[in-house]
């Protein structure tokens, strides 16, 4: 991003192209910056880093995603339609960061994933979050990202793109702060998550995604069931996570803002490298 001109944007996420907080996202966006859209024909929330690649092809059923490639062949379609945004794709947010990264000209300059209905806090999340890992994928592919997500518990309403003007707000100063810091010199992408609308505005915070994990399961009546503790303590404001933890930085109202490097990085120490080594 080098000059005067408009930064080119893609923009994604995984709450599929006619969500509230893309229209919002694009709409801020798109009065700093030039907008491309490529996103989910529908909701593809929690899929993670998947991808259809191997999974379609182009005789495949409307909702067929298990259709295999014939052998020999490295190339699956990726099925797509015109829509007022952009372009409406039948796969998952990663196959839409590829896609816009290297398929569709021009060649973003910055990739932007949301903004999520739903805040996307803790270390746990990066592979889970649908929306967190279009932004991953980009950096893979080393193109600058952000995902930005916004609380929305205890919101029982349907919500509207205005619902979403303070994620607009941080998306469109980040798109036109950011160029010439070398702040991508230094990191891969950030993750934003917004405080829910209604939370009077306590600024902005540089966090550190939470490591407190409390996935919970037992077996009831027959059925296994599974409960998210963490965000049942969200859902009733408790904040057991450290002061610098995005969590914690959201429901003190802040927003959250956590520069990020792509995992997965090795760990080979000399005690790893020896306990290994005896093992096999």
Do not use: K
Request: proline share 6%; charged share 25%; aromatic share 4%.
């Amino acid at each position: 991003m080098e000059g005067d001109d408009e930064p080119e944007i893609l923009l994604t996420n995984d709450d599929g192209i006619d969500a509230p907080g893309i229209r919002a996202l694009h709409d801020a966006l798109a009065a700093v910056a030039s907008v491309t859209v490529i996103a989910p024909d529908r909701n593809q929330s929690a899929v993670g880093r998947s991808l259809s690649y191997g999974r379609t092809s182009a005789e495949a059923e409307e909702d067929d995603l298990t259709t295999s490639m014939a052998d020999g062949m490295f190339t699956s379609p990726v099925p797509h339609a015109e829509h007022e945004l952009g372009y409406a794709v039948r796969g998952t947010p990663c196959d839409c960061a590829i896609v816009g990264v290297n398929a569709v000209e021009p060649e973003p300059d910055l990739v932007v994933s949301g903004c999520n209905s739903g805040a996307n806090l803790g270390a746990y999340v990066f592979s889970r979050s649908g929306t967190v890992s279009a932004a991953m994928e980009a950096a893979y592919l080393d193109t600058p990202s952000i995902a930005i997500s916004m609380d929305t518990l205890g919101i029982e309403r349907d919500l509207e793109p205005a619902d979403f003007d303070r994620a607009g707000e941080i998306a469109a100063a980040l798109a036109t702060g950011v160029p010439g810091t070398g702040l991508f010199d230094r990191i891969d992408y950030l993750n934003v998550n917004v405080p829910r609308p209604g939370v009077e505005e306590n600024g902005v915070e540089l966090t550190r995604p939470t490591e407190i994990y409390e996935m919970d399961a037992a077996l009831e009546d027959g059925g296994f069931q599974l409960t998210n503790r963490l965000w049942q303590q969200m859902a009733n404001r408790d904040i057991p996570d450290p002061e610098d933890t995005d969590r914690h930085a959201l429901l003190e109202g802040s927003v959250s803002v956590s520069p990020m490097r792509v995992p997965y990085e090795v760990v080979e120490t000399s005690d790893v490298r020896r306990i290994l080594e005896r093992m096999l």
